[in-house]
């Protein structure tokens, strides 16, 4: 694998990008390397170790690694390389798998990653067992008891990251902190309704709590904590991180809608077959003229939303500018994000990443 150490002597656009990939595939491999060691010590000789063995690993491996690489980026703002801060922010890809496996049970969710979600593919293995009961309900308890499995496991490779107990302390409140908003903001986006439509600075707030802070802000915190950074670091941090997480989850919501399957790993328009309250449908509302919000409540009311009704939706949203109008918000907090990147407070190889960063998640596609 290469090596991530490059980053300070090959400051090129190239070598900054390079660094990043290898970062990473390595938080990556961490992440892989310590839940398949929990699931042999687990499962090993159980009869339940039988798909687990296989599962566990194979769904850690398809992570992109965001928060972990967040998380190591906000360490280097005050830290010098280090395998051991690397481990620590690693573990945060355990603990997204926890928010994914129990997130897709709360959706439904029928794929993840290309891959059927985990309670599809555990309601699949009752079947073969032909055990009595439901398949379903099996599946759904297995995931969710998984999904606790990768929590503990998250906390435990922190603990055990090597990290000196002085820089532990300073990021377990924010590491705390992180995992309760991230369960808060979660009930929050469960509670939410497309048919209610609720105002645009609600769904803010649960779009920061649930997926934006989650995703960039808190692991940057979390990492720069651990660093040691003062607060004008953590100030600035949080003010990128705000941004940058909000245009995530707005490139996430358009993606949800508008995303290609075979790219996205998950089925087209599942957001609005669901009925969530995302930010293109809210502000595909707002925007909505008074023939377009009476087609807009038409759909609403269906008891089912099929494939017409999805391609319904998605010309209702394109005409009504809601698309358009959301692709500018997005380039405007990721440029705000860029900005706000004071070289001052920030080392050069720490700046890069942080806009390199910003463009990645805001351009993706997946």
């Given at each position: 694998m290469a090596s991530i150490t490059t980053a300070?002597?090959?400051?090129?656009?190239?070598?900054?990008?390079a660094w990043l990939d290898a970062l990473g595939e390595?938080?990556?491999?961490?992440?892989?390397?310590?839940?398949?060691?929990?699931?042999?010590d687990h499962f090993s000789g159980h009869r339940e170790g039988e798909l687990a063995k296989t599962v566990i690993p194979q769904f850690v491996a398809g992570g992109k690694s965001l928060r972990p690489m967040f998380a190591y980026v906000g360490w280097r703002c005050g830290g010098p390389e280090s395998d051991a801060a690397l481990r620590a922010a690693s573990s945060l890809e355990l603990l997204h798998c926890f928010a994914l496996a129990?997130?897709?049970?709360?959706?439904?969710?029928?794929?993840?990653?290309?891959?059927?979600?985990?309670?599809?593919?555990?309601?699949?293995?009752?079947?073969?067992?032909?055990?009595?009961?439901?398949?379903?309900?099996?599946?759904?308890?297995a995931a969710t008891l998984f999904g606790?499995?990768?929590?503990?496991?998250?906390?435990?490779?922190?603990?055990?990251?090597?990290?000196?107990?002085?820089?532990?302390?300073?990021?377990?409140?924010?590491?705390?902190?992180?995992?309760?908003?991230?369960?808060?903001?979660?009930?929050?986006?469960?509670v939410n309704d497309a048919r209610e439509f609720p105002s645009w600075e609600t769904l803010l707030d649960v779009l920061r709590r649930k997926s934006g802070n989650y995703t960039v802000r808190r692991p940057l915190e979390f990492g720069a904590a651990l660093a040691g950074c003062g607060p004008d670091v953590l100030d600035a941090l949080a003010d990128y991180g705000e941004l940058v997480g909000e245009a995530f989850q707005f490139r996430d919501d358009l993606l949800g809608?508008?995303?290609?399957?075979?790219?996205?790993?998950?089925?087209?328009?599942?957001?609005l077959r669901d009925r969530k309250a995302s930010s293109v449908v809210v502000l595909a509302a707002e925007m909505a003229d008074r023939r377009q919000r009476a087609e807009l409540d038409?759909?609403?009311?269906?008891?089912?939303?099929?494939?017409?009704?999805?391609?319904?939706?998605?010309?209702?949203?394109?005409?009504?500018?809601?698309?358009?109008?959301?692709?500018?918000?997005?380039?405007?907090r990721a440029d705000k994000a860029v900005?706000?990147?004071?070289?001052?407070?920030?080392?050069?190889?720490?700046?890069?990443?942080?806009?390199?960063l910003a463009v990645r998640c805001t351009e993706r596609d997946q």
């Open positions: 300070d002597v090959m400051p090129s656009e190239e070598a900054r990008v390595r938080c990556l491999a961490e992440a892989h390397r310590f839940a398949e060691a929990r699931a042999l129990q997130d897709d049970v709360m959706d439904g969710s029928l794929l993840r990653r290309g891959r059927p979600a985990l309670h599809i593919r555990f309601a699949r293995w009752h079947s073969e067992q032909g055990w009595s009961g439901s398949a379903d309900r099996f599946g759904e308890s606790d499995l990768f929590l503990v496991w998250s906390e435990q490779m922190l603990r055990e990251s090597g990290l000196d107990t002085e820089s532990l302390s300073r990021g377990w409140p924010r590491y705390d902190l992180m995992r309760a908003e991230l369960a808060v903001g979660q009930l929050a986006d469960l809608v508008f995303g290609d399957p075979a790219v996205t790993g998950k089925p087209a328009g599942q957001d038409e759909l609403l009311a269906l008891p089912t939303v099929d494939d017409e009704a999805v391609s319904r939706w998605r010309r209702l949203i394109v005409t009504s500018g809601a698309r358009d109008r959301l692709g500018e918000l997005i380039r405007e900005a706000a990147i004071d070289p001052a407070l920030f080392p050069p190889h720490a700046a890069d990443s942080l806009s390199i």
